[in-house]
């Protein structure tokens, strides 16, 4: 008896529905990597969004005047081999692939590669770690384009971790160094009282916000889950730098927007952190510490909004000024979310001393969103990992055999 060796795929390993991944999927907001792209690039950002056309010039300026790129690619490039490291290091064999919302490599691009190369069950992580449609919703409906362009629904199956802003090794980066810019205040001769903490992560419209995260799951107060998380991370922070620096317990703080781009008739969170760094001066505020809760690592947003401008404003208010570090590659970041990931990948849960570990106190989100979780409140997209994606799918020509095929949860029986 002999063994005859096959190409054919074993019996049932075409299902995308088996549990299981065949590869995690890192799904970054992507930037431009030479002077070219930059208009190219913001068109892709805002299609369909209502931005008028003086925002996407002037944020190209800031694009140009940083050599026309942004850092975001290589940022994520190395979170990507980061965790498949981390992965490697646990005995996990799981491939990390990449692919950008708005810029090559495209994750249509990718989800079509990884089909052929045989990888049809995706875990989808996010670079973005709140509830809200363009942190939340807007990759899931990445990932239903991804298997609608490029005709892949029913062959390929995209799952996404949950928004992970509540886990240890998330919130730890922030503590040591918003600490360490403290102890640094201290050294300039600021003493708490002379010093607050500005907590900040981009504005998006109120209605945005108010539809954050799922009524089902109580989100649903003005603000939503996007702002009360965000709450919820800021006080985690202060806590745990009040450990390390007891004289800072009761600092000043508060949280803050920046990046704002509608039309100005279109009410949008704030106050922005100019206005408010201004405002702290006016009061007699010496120096502020400027901490980037609502990004993962330093992109445009990040080394424009906040190393040029807010400190532009802060020194001519005679301010003094820090900007703390966002996790970028941080060892207990990567091992958070790689907690994460296999978490999904085994079962398993994170201790809460792990990395992986929920340290915040806010509402927990599940594996697969709510219904109408962060919706779009402009049109129907698909999308997938929703309770209700299938309903996200109605009018597309897409038989209800496909979506169960791959894996879109909420299908009606019929
Ligand atoms: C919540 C949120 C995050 C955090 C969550 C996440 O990370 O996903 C985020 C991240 C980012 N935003 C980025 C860049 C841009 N965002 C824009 C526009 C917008 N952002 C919005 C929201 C968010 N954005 C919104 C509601 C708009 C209006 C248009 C729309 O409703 O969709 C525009 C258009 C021009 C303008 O600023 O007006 C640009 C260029 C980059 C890349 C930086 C780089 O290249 O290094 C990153 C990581
Ligand atoms: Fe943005």
Redesign the pocket.
């Known amino acids: 008896m002999s063994t005859v060796a096959s190409t054919q795929p074993a019996e049932g390993t075409a299902d995308p529905t088996r549990p299981g991944y065949d590869a995690i999927l890192l799904a970054g907001?992507g930037?431009p990597e030479g002077p070219d792209d930059v208009m190219p690039f913001?068109r892709n950002?805002?299609r369909g969004?209502g931005?008028p056309d003086e925002?996407?010039v002037e944020?190209s300026h800031h694009y140009q005047a940083l050599g026309g790129r942004?850092?975001?690619n290589e940022q994520n490039r190395a979170l990507r081999a980061a965790l498949e490291t981390e992965l490697q290091r646990r005995g996990v064999d799981t491939p990390v692939l990449w692919g950008n919302r708005n810029w090559a490599p495209y994750l249509s691009d990718v989800v079509t590669e990884a089909a052929a190369a045989g990888q049809i069950r995706l875990l989808g992580l996010a670079?973005?770690a709140y509830s809200?449609y363009?942190?939340c919703r807007q990759y899931r409906e990445d990932f239903g384009r991804a298997l609608a362009d490029t005709g892949l629904v029913g062959r390929v199956r995209i799952d996404k971790v949950s928004p992970y802003f509540a886990v240890r090794g998330f919130v730890e980066p922030f503590v040591d160094d918003t600490a360490a810019a403290l102890r640094s205040a201290a050294e300039a001769g600021l003493s708490p009282a002379d010093v607050r903490v500005i907590f900040t992560t981009?504005s998006?419209?109120n209605t945005?916000a108010d539809t954050s995260g799922s009524a089902s799951l109580g989100d649903h107060q003005p603000g939503g889950a996007y702002v009360t998380q965000h709450l919820a991370v800021a006080r985690t922070v202060l806590d745990g730098v009040a450990r390390q620096l007891p004289e800072t317990e009761g600092i000043g703080w508060q949280l803050v927007y920046q990046?704002r781009?509608?039309p100005p008739s279109v009410p949008w969170l704030d106050p922005d952190i100019n206005d408010v760094i201004e405002g702290l001066a006016g009061e007699g505020v010496k120096g502020v510490v400027v901490v980037p809760i609502?990004?993962v690592s330093d992109?445009?947003?990040v080394i424009w909004d906040l190393d040029h401008e807010a400190a532009e404003t802060a020194q001519e208010h005679g301010l003094w000024f820090a900007r703390v570090p966002t996790p970028g590659t941080d060892p207990r970041f990567v091992a958070a979310l790689a907690d994460l990931l296999v978490r999904r990948l085994d079962g398993s849960d994170p201790a809460d001393d792990a990395p992986g570990g929920r340290v915040v106190a806010a509402t927990a989100r599940p594996d697969f969103c709510a219904p109408a979780c962060c919706v779009n409140a402009r049109v129907r997209r698909p999308t997938t990992a929703a309770q209700d994606s299938a309903v996200d799918w109605d009018g597309l020509d897409v038989r209800p055999a496909q979506l169960v095929a791959s894996g879109i949860p909420g299908v009606a029986a019929s």
Do not use: A, N
């Open positions: 907001f930037g913001l950002v805002t969004r931005i925002r996407l944020v942004s850092p975001i670079t973005s809200s363009s942190s981009h998006i419209p945005m990046s781009s509608g609502g990004f992109h445009v947003e």
